[in-house]
């Protein structure tokens, strides 16, 4: 009988957790896979808001094991990128060369216990911020492992956020008049306002509200306090291409308003908004949602506090005579993901969340003083060493170098925007 080949070992370097605020760029050696495993290439990660919770808060954090210090985890969930080697299980699924996604939120029954865990939050080999992972079994078992076959690897790792918003989108419900029945999904042809909407979550919504077939808001009116956020929005994700989809969009500063609620309900007629979505936890702007609500409008509180104590003060007389409603939104699903990479195959593009790129020894750095850092996604090359850079500074930069000189030029072409190119360029031609 012929002994099977024995599988090799393989290093990879890693950004590992180990505690509050303790992040370490390592190498070390992944063990073999297992035949219901799968090794592969990571090749980018987008650092999210959700990792430097999980920095900050270590093992209190609900997804990061208690024994973290002894067994560090593997950081960073918005990943993509190659299968180098498929376990005997899911060879006739998945197969080396395979680009992927992941669906990281997983949830699975073991025994009477539900267990919620998530690459890039609580496994020693798999996680967004690594050269080379192994996906355990759980991820296929849960079909998180998503194949990704449009260009490039960017796409995919912002295919989780992406996921995020359409997730959000699909939870908000309204009730059919003269039954309780809820139905679900924003309001076709309805009207819709994204506050404190230009953040990198903010963006991604609108360009998703811009890019759908099914159904699509009449009105959408966009908040913020920051008039250049706003302004490198509506250049994004313009008036004039939104009117092209049917919507009339509208960019707002309440900053500069006396009366936000007022003003903000005068743009629907005064009839209020069938769908607000709140992307900052901020109490003022929770109670400015709350007020601008419609009859049967419901309030969606995307952002995620890291005050367990944040509140705000919501109308109850409108929950009881106005129908209004409150839901909240933690991620997306399988279903939201899959819809994500195929509404991108259809030529949604999400590169207006980038505006950092970074390789591997910037992401503890990076994730540790994400808030802090102004901007929207910050997009990692894992297999490579480069300081984490603005696309803004890319012209300056190419005053001395040639390869910054190039990509300034990309983006110029691509309306200051990364792309495929652009990632294409730097993958082949970046010297470490």
Known sequence: MALEPKKKCMK???????GKKD?????????????NEILAKVVSDSICMSSYKASSQGADHKRIPNDVADNPIIIGHEFAGELLEV???WEGKFKAGDKFSIQ??????????????????SYKYVGGDATYVIIPNEVMEQNCLLIYSGEGYYPASLAEPLSCVIGTMHANYHTTPGSYAHRMEIVDEGKMAILAGVGP?????????????????SLVVVTDVNQSRLNRAAEIYSVEFAALQGIDLRYVNTG?????VK????LS?????DDVFIFAPVKQVVEQGDAILAFDGCLNFFAGPNDPNFSAMLNFYKVHYAYTHIVGTSGGNNDDMVEALEIMSRGLDPAGLVTHIGGLDAVAETTNNLPDIPGGKKLIYTHLYMPLTPITDFEKLGESSDLFKELANICRRHKGLWSVEAETYLLTNFVQ
């Not at 007629?269 to 908004?273: K, R, T, V």
Request: charge should be neutral; glycine fraction near 10%; proline fraction near 10%.
């Open 12 to 18: 990879t370097r890693a950004v590992r957790l180990y």
């Open 23 to 35: 992040l370490r760029l390592e190498e070390f050696e992944l063990p073999p896979i297992k035949d």
């Open 87 to 89: 376990g005997a299980k």
């Open 104 to 121: 990281p939120a997983l949830y699975y029954v073991d025994g009477p216990v539900g267990i919620l865990s998530a690459p890039g939050y």
């Open 201 to 217: 979550m903010g963006l991604a919504a609108i360009n998703y509200v811009l890019h759908r077939k099914d159904r699509k808001p």
């Open 256 to 260: 500069n308003i006396d009366d936000p």
């Open 263 to 266: 003003e903000l309900k005068a």
């Open 269 to 273: 007629d005064g009839m209020g908004y």
